[in-house]
Each structure stands twice: as C-alpha cells, then as structure tokens.
C-alpha cells in the first residue's frame, strides 16, 4: 500500500505523541480516515475491505445512514444530561425484551467497566469475594480482568497470571483460574471453592473457540447448584451471534450479563443486565447500606449512544439479518478452510460465522493453552499478505457486518488465495 506524505507525518506526530505511537490498540502504521458500509479508507486514500469493525462495534457497517439520522437528531437536542434520558430508558427496555436474563440493566460506558461492576454485583450479593475467570477470557482492563488473560508461561490452575505490570500483587489471590471448556475440572475447582467464590465470570465463545458441546450447560447447573451467580461476558457476543446474544445462541441463560460493542452503535456505550434480584444492588432503597453497589458515571446511558444503539437494534431486527451475515461467514469460512487444506498447512478456521479466524495450528483447539502452539510467523504473514491485498483485520479476529456482500467476498476469497499462496511457497 501507498503511503502519502500526510499519512507518514501523522504517523511521525503519533509516535512522538503518543506511546508506543497508538491508542493502544492497532500498530500505529495505519491512519484511518472514513468508513462506509463494509470498507474503510486511510489518510492516503488506500480502501480496505474492514474485518477489524472498530473491534466488533459497527456491526450495521460503517456510517449507516439510519444510525447516522438518529445521531444527528440527537446532536441538535443536546449531548448528554447525566439526569435520566428517553432514549437511554428505550435501550434498556430494548435490551430487557433481547437478552434472556434481563430483567434489568444498568449502562456505563466501556465493556471494562461492565465487567468489572458485573463482578462487583456478584460479591455484593453473596458476600463472598472471589471470581472464577477462565484462562484465557477477556473481561476488559481491570485488575481482575487482566488475570490469566494470555500469560505465555501459564501456571498451575488455579493460580492467577497478571497481565500487566502495576497491578496489586494481592489481587491474584481474589480470582480463581481454570481452563475453558474443562467442565470436569471447573467442577472440582467449584466445589473446592465454593464457600468463597461470589461468581464465575465466562465468554460464553472465549475469543475465537466455541464452547464445547455440553460446556456452557454444565456451567450453568453447577453454578445454579452451588448459588453462585454465572456472569455472560457478552461484550462480543451479544446482539452478534444472535439478536438475545450468545445466551440465545447456545442455549442457555446466566445470572447476569454484559453488554458492549454492537449496543452503543459505534458510541461509548456499555451495560451490566440481569435478573432483578442481583441488579437490586444497584439500588440502595432495595438492599440498604451494606448491600448498595455505588454506580455513578458521567456518561452513563449517554443519549448520543443511546440512540444509536437504538437505531442499530432496529436495523438488526428487521427478518434475515443475522441469516445474511451466518450465510456470508459460512461461505468465507469454508472456502478459506478448504484453501488450507489443499496447501497442506498446518491450520484450522475457528470460531463462528459472524467472527472467526485461522489458527495455524494442529490438532484440537479448545483452549488458551492449545492456542499457544500456534504458529504466530505463519498468522503474521497472513495478516500482512491479506493487509497487502486491501483486508484490515485485528490480529485473530474477522468480524463481518451486515453490509458485507458479495463483492467483498468476491475480493476477500482473491486474497485469501494470494496469502495462502505465499504461506504455501
Ligand atoms: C469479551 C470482552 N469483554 C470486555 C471487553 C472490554 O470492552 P471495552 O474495550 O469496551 O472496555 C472486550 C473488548 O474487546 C471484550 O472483547
């Protein structure tokens, strides 16, 4: 790709301004200046077919028109209040109606937040103060999230790796770590456990790996056994694999759930929704002193958001939406497996049709430990051939969006043989 003088001197200032030269997120070598429907465009005019979605929000696609309308309603009307909003109550009526286990819900503003006030809920309704976390899981930027999220020397289980520097060393004895997909061992971790855990916090689709067949329901009865509040990390998954989330999708319903990504519509939006008698500690009317959760922010169901996840939910809703996008990853799915098939390499598409990526790796793959045998050079290479062809993905993850047709598949698949080519050779 071509890379302009104005593109290179925003790269220069970033670096110069910014550690590491980003956000935190992407490398810094690409600026992107727009998007519409499935393609984005960077500063130096190059277009990419997007896979990367913002990371999972844009889900509509880019800059739809109806999201945009109802965006630009708001902006004349003022941007946020802080005091309750209509729209910021319709969302959360419109996520009661979705998502099996809302009774309630309560917004913030990043899925980080949400998970760490859905771990919160669950201590303040057991009184007890550890969390189960799978190795592995994402649950945002906490503390407590950046255990065992992706340690490259895992310990013993259930012993907890911080991710980060600057976290307190005391807090690794607050979480519980075990593998995904291992219901027998997440069993004896439970019952062993069971007197101090407050709650067991899962991705209900753990990255890229579904969960085995049988998993997420064994979860459910030995948490719902054991009294101990089973928390849906849906910031993925939710309004993404189908219009109730993952809990729809596979079957079965958690305590609470969090919500992010597709439900802000593209705007700083995230939420914490569950049964009714775990949400009344967000109310101190309900549970007194001892039992109130305090939950301020300023932000918090931000009207901006609200309408456009509004908007979003809307389109989302209409018949054949999510038929579309399953019949788009399916076809991009097994062409792309069978085009490593026929190159003899070592990998294997996971995940499901609406997000999924190759694993260059042999053999099952069902958990974190068995991702690290993947072969990082080979997903590297990929990456950079398919971001040679005009494909921006993150580095594990393709998101579709409803506005990815067929002329994106059509140029897609004619990536896909040019990096699998380039592996092969
Ligand atoms: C499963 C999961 N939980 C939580 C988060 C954190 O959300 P946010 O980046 O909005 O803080 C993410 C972000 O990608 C996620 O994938």
Not at 127 to 144: A, N, Q, T, V
Not at 352 to 360: A, G, I, K, R, S
Request: proline share 6%.
């Amino acid at each position: 790709m071509k890379r302009s003088d104005d593109e290179a001197a925003l790269v220069e200032t970033a670096r110069r301004v910014l550690p590491a030269g980003t956000f935190g997120n992407l490398a810094a070598d690409i600026v992107i200046r727009e998007g519409k429907g499935a393609r984005v465009r960077d500063v130096s005019g190059n277009e990419y077919i997007d896979y990367l979605l913002g990371s999972g929000p844009m889900f509509a696609g880019h800059a739809h028109p109806e999201v945009n309308a109802a965006v630009t309603a708001q902006l004349a009307r003022g941007t946020t209040f802080f005091a309750n909003n209509e729209h910021g109550i319709r969302l959360a009526e419109a996520i009661v109606d979705a998502v099996p286990c809302a009774e309630q819900v309560r917004f913030v503003s990043t899925g980080s937040e949400a998970d760490l006030y859905a771990m919160r809920a669950a201590r303040a309704f057991r009184k007890r103060d550890k969390i189960l976390k799978f190795e592995g899981g994402y649950h945002g930027m906490s503390d407590y999230g950046l255990m065992s999220l992706a340690p490259k020397w895992p310990g013993n289980f259930p012993t907890a790796t911080p991710d980060s520097a600057g976290i307190p060393k005391s807090i690794r004895d607050e979480m519980i770590i075990a593998p995904f997909n291992d219901a027998e061992a997440t069993a004896s971790l439970i019952a062993q456990h069971k007197d101090e855990l407050a709650g067991v916090i899962v991705e209900p689709f753990q990255r890229l790996l579904p969960p085995k067949p049988g998993f997420l329901q064994a979860l459910r009865k030995m948490t719902a056994e054991a009294g101990i509040p089973l928390i849906f990390d849906e910031v993925v998954t939710g309004f993404r694999f189908a219009y109730g989330g993952a809990q729809a999708y596979y079957g079965v319903t958690p305590d609470l759930c969090t919500l992010g990504k597709i439900v802000g519509g593209g705007f700083p939006l995230a939420a914490i929704a569950g049964r009714s008698e775990i949400m009344a500690h967000f109310d101190r009317a309900k549970v007194g002193d001892d039992g109130f959760l305090m939950q301020i922010g300023t932000l918090s169901g931000n009207p901006v958001a609200a309408v456009a996840g509004l908007a979003t939910l809307e389109i989302l809703k209409r018949p054949g939406t999510y038929e579309a996008v399953f019949a788009t990853g399916r076809q991009l799915m097994s062409a792309l497996s069978e085009m490593l098939r026929a190159a003899h390499l070592p990998a294997q598409v996971k995940g499901e049709p609406p997000l999924f990526d190759v694993v260059f790796a042999d053999g099952p793959v069902e958990d974190y430990r068995a991702t690290l045998r993947a072969d990082a050079d080979l997903a590297r290479r990929f990456n950079q051939s398919l971001r040679a062809s005009g494909i921006l993905k993150g580095e594990s993850k393709f998101y579709l969006s409803i506005a990815h047709g067929e002329p994106e598949v059509g140029e897609t698949l004619k990536a896909f043989e040019i990096a699998v080519a380039a592996l092969r050779g």
